[in-house]
């Protein structure tokens, strides 16, 4: 037929497919300007390549296909700025919100490079008592068995909605535990009592509703240990031993913090904990 494409054609031209033409007939965004009745075979004008062509060019701009529909069939020119400008100020929406993204994701990475990188003091011997300062953290209301680990694991996903706009705990080390002091050495309990506990300086302006915790200033034993930090685990039966042989007790609860978690990693010999455990001489 003269001076018209038929759907094959016109899709070369127009570098789509021909099942993106079918789509947008069957949808009323763009008919063909004849069918035939026999073969079923789609006819566009030439005349419709304009019409096409911006309908492609607004699709590439990111715009959605009912927003084109209704500019195709009510095109103005205070129209079409109205459209570019509500694009110009949903993309620059988008932007922003993906620009933020792209610097967490650079940090998460810096962490994880950092993490895999850090010689762990994971040994007794690199083991370090330290004077440290009070620290301050948010924590859940009540301690919970260790085999209780689902709970525990629901008090840490509930604290988190206490953090600032953008913080995520993915890939970081905010997320702590407390081991309370008396079953961390009690041989009848056979299970730390925990509780999830965040850092308080990451949380949002304090609105009367916080648990808190503050780490007192004084002597701790620093150090590291692998897998995962249990009761009669090769770490917890260390600093036990270690307390006994440099004649120290516990004087308060054990802080835990996740380096290498199970976030990042299913395989346990990855995972790699961080302990501070409050002490004083015999």
């Given at each position: ?20 033409l079918?789509h ?10 004849y069918?035939?009745p ?7 004008s ?11 060019e ?21 129209l ?56 301050k ?23 988190k ?32 009592l ?7 300086d990451l ?68 995972v ?11």
């Open positions: 037929m003269k001076n018209y494409l038929n759907i094959t054609q016109l899709s070369k031209i127009l570098n789509v497919s021909s099942e993106t079918r947008y007939d069957r949808i009323g965004l763009f008919k063909p300007d069918v035939d026999d073969t079923h075979y789609r006819y566009y030439i005349s419709a390549i304009e019409k096409i062509d911006t309908i492609l607004l699709k590439n701009m990111g715009m959605k296909l009912s927003d084109i529909q209704y500019f195709i069939e009510n095109r103005t020119l205070d079409s700025y109205e459209l570019l400008k509500q694009k110009e100020k949903d993309l620059s929406s988008e932007y922003s919100k993906i620009r933020m993204q792209l610097k967490t994701i650079r940090e998460k990475l810096k962490n994880i490079k950092k993490m895999k990188n850090n010689d762990y003091s994971i040994e007794p011997d690199a083991w370090t008592v330290k004077e440290l300062g009070d620290e953290f948010i924590v859940t209301d009540s301690f919970k068995p260790e085999i209780q680990l689902k709970e525990y694991l629901l008090d840490v996903t509930k604290l909605s206490n953090l600032n706009d953008r913080i995520y705990i993915f890939a970081t080390n905010y997320v702590y535990s407390l081991i309370e002091k008396n079953s961390f050495s009690d041989e009848k309990s056979k299970s730390f925990r509780k999830a506990a965040l850092p308080y949380c949002k302006k304090d609105d009367g509703k916080y648990t808190y915790f503050t780490a007192p200033s004084g002597l701790y034993l620093c150090g590291s240990g692998r897998k995962l930090f249990k009761y009669n685990s090769d770490t917890h039966y260390k600093i036990l031993q270690w307390l006994k042989d440099n004649e120290y007790k516990i004087c308060g609860d054990v802080i835990e913090s996740d380096n290498i978690d199970i976030s990042l990693t299913n395989d346990l010999n990855e790699i904990f961080d302990f501070r455990v409050p002490i004083k001489k015999l």
